[in-house]
């Protein structure tokens, strides 16, 4: 859509972000919903984060995406944060919104955990109910513990090579959700997986150029999960995600939790929701973007 004086100013805050395609997921919106709208780029040398919010509250700018290294340091320059961004302690949408009082704010959410929520629904991925099983320890691990603990999981396995980050995760998660059951190991525990759990891998090992790389290769990991989600969307299959294929295990890649989180953003920015036919035909485009292009 041509740029005009209503077009809606959208972007990413990052660095280095030469090697985004959010941009194009977010056009792939607006062509949909015939929206007009633009998504920049947008480099934050280090130390210049504050200023790129006064920024963005000066220029009026609709909406932002943050992602690496400013994901958490984001927080202390918003005037609200939502209540998840808080329990995650990472923050990847900035919007503008009005206040109680009428005032506007710039108020962070945190839309990973969303996004992961909306694929597994998408590709049918159970987790309410369901014996969970995570592998690593990182801010990833923690947005997905908290996502099983709000979609009402039984119970979660934190498996991690450093334990303790893991248990700092399960206080944390335990803290806001008493019922749920928490056990930590480190990634050779594998005997306290209980049977047919859905396994999230959030660890980079396995990420290209790395592609025979898994945090777990033990048979016994992948005879007991019946599904596997690994938030690595670059190679569409990862090692770990192919070994647990041989075992007859459902499993996802990570692209559809970077759609969905955009798709999120894109509804708290303009109010719109997609519907189900506009979000494949996005959907379907960026698959063919990402593997037949080799980004
Ligand atoms: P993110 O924020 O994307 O989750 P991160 O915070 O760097 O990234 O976390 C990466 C996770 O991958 C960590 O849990 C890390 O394990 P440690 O907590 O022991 O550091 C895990 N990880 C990274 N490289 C690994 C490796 N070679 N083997 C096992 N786990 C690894």
Wanted: some cysteine.
């Amino acid at each position: 859509m041509q740029i005009n004086g209503k077009t809606k100013v959208y972007g990413l805050l990052a660095n280095p972000v030469e090697h985004t395609i959010s941009p194009f997921i977010h056009e792939l919106f607006y062509e949909e919903c015939n929206h007009n709208g633009t998504y920049n780029p947008y480099l934050v040398a280090s130390g210049k984060l504050e200023d790129a919010i006064k920024g963005m509250k000066a220029l009026s700018i609709e909406g932002l995406n943050v992602t690496v290294p400013y994901k958490v340091d984001v927080m202390e320059y918003l005037d609200e944060i939502d209540d998840m961004a808080a329990f995650i302690g990472a923050c990847n949408t900035i919007v503008r919104e009005l206040n109680a009082d009428g005032r506007e704010i710039l108020k962070g959410y945190n839309t990973d955990w969303i996004g992961l929520k909306m694929a597994c629904d998408h590709e049918n991925i159970p987790v309410k109910g369901r014996d969970v099983v995570i592998v690593g320890g990182g801010g990833s691990a923690r947005a997905v513990a908290f996502m099983c603990q709000k979609e009402g999981a039984k119970s979660l396995l934190l498996l991690n090579r450093t334990e303790s980050k893991a248990g700092l995760i399960a206080k944390q998660v335990q803290k806001v959700n008493a019922e749920i059951s928490i056990k930590t190991g480190s990634l050779e525990d594998l005997h306290l997986i209980s049977k047919g759990s859905v396994a999230f891998q959030t660890t980079s090992l396995g990420m290209h150029p790395n592609v025979d790389k898994s945090p777990i290769e033990n048979d016994e990991f992948f005879s007991n999960v019946d599904f596997i989600v690994d938030i690595i969307y670059n190679p569409k299959e990862t090692f770990f995600m192919k070994k647990g294929k041989d075992f007859g295990v459902t499993t996802m890649n990570g692209l559809g939790m970077l759609f969905f989180q955009a798709v999120k953003a894109f509804e708290l920015w303009s109010g719109i929701v997609m519907t189900k036919e506009q979000l494949d035909s996005a959907f379907e485009k960026l698959d063919n973007y990402v593997y037949t292009k080799k980004i």
